[in-house]
């Protein structure tokens, strides 16, 4: 599949964004909590034209709308891991947005398990590392309402405006009640250190991650680790793009140099 179509059903749970002629990096990114593939669309800027960038889309959204949600992060596993093994021909990066984190790591270990080949590098932004990981309590996926649309407002992952729109806040709490249960459930999988190098993005200002959690992700690899605090809040998707660029034109070069 070096460049080549991708299949039904494997274009339903993974979006590639725009597939490159020659692709020579293949970058797989997992959204944050109510968000699909269309998140990481702003990246498209900042990529060198080899990359391929193929968002996770989770079903009850975009094209998967009439899907049923998903509650249980293995499961999510269950149907990625297959669909996504024939793009693994190339050297390829593990992309978790913020939430996303937490099944972004869980796949590279599930695929380390089945012997498939490991990403060139793990990246993770906003997110505290395994080991001081908490799950509030009570968890954001049992909140009423109004507090949880107004935590995920206070994130930054969706306008404020947005609370008004009685319908699409209904639609938008299912979203969000799947997605947080299935990050609040899914635990990290116990094991050594990572054979990888680990990159962190988070910012400065966030109020939600701290610093000295975020490098705590230091204890997960046994390779290489770096953290890069942006000058951003929580929610640094967009603000990230130049940093992802500028990691997957290190990649490609490390990959001309081998």
């Not at 990096?25 to 990246?43: D, M, S, T």
């Not at 079903?59 to 998967?64: A, I, T």
Request: hydrophobic share 45%; aromatic share 4%; charged share 25%.
């Amino acid at each position: 599949m070096n460049g080549g179509t991708t299949s039904a059903a494997a274009a339903r749970v993974i979006a590639r964004l725009r597939p490159p002629e020659r692709p020579a990096l293949r970058i797989i990114c997992f959204p944050h909590v109510g968000a699909g593939a269309a998140a990481f669309k702003p990246w498209l800027d900042h990529l060198p034209p080899e990359a391929d960038l193929c968002a996770v889309r989770p079903p009850g959204r975009e094209n998967r709308v009439r899907e049923a949600l998903l509650t249980d992060g293995h499961a999510l596993l269950d149907e990625l891991v297959p669909q996504l093994t024939p793009l693994l021909d190339l050297p390829y990066a593990v992309v978790g947005h913020c939430s996303g984190s937490v099944p972004a790591t869980e796949l590279v270990r599930r695929l380390a398990a089945v012997g498939a080949p490991a990403p060139a590098e793990l990246v993770v932004s906003s997110a505290e590392g395994p080991r001081v990981r908490t799950v509030e309590d009570p968890p954001l996926h049992r909140l009423p309402r109004a507090e949880l649309l107004a935590r995920v407002v206070k994130y930054g992952g969706m306008a404020e405006q947005v609370l008004g729109d009685q319908d699409l806040m209904a639609m938008f709490e299912r979203i969000l009640r799947a997605d947080y249960q299935l990050v609040e459930t899914l635990e990290y999988t116990q094991g050594p250190p990572l054979d990888l190098p680990v990159t962190v993005v988070g910012g400065r200002r966030d109020e939600f991650v701290d610093a000295l959690s975020m490098a705590a992700w230091s204890s997960e690899t046994s390779g290489e680790f770096t953290l890069h605090l942006l000058d951003a809040g929580h929610y640094i998707l967009n603000d990230a793009g130049p940093l992802i660029g500028r990691i997957a034109r290190r990649l490609l070069e490390r990959e001309d140099t081998a």
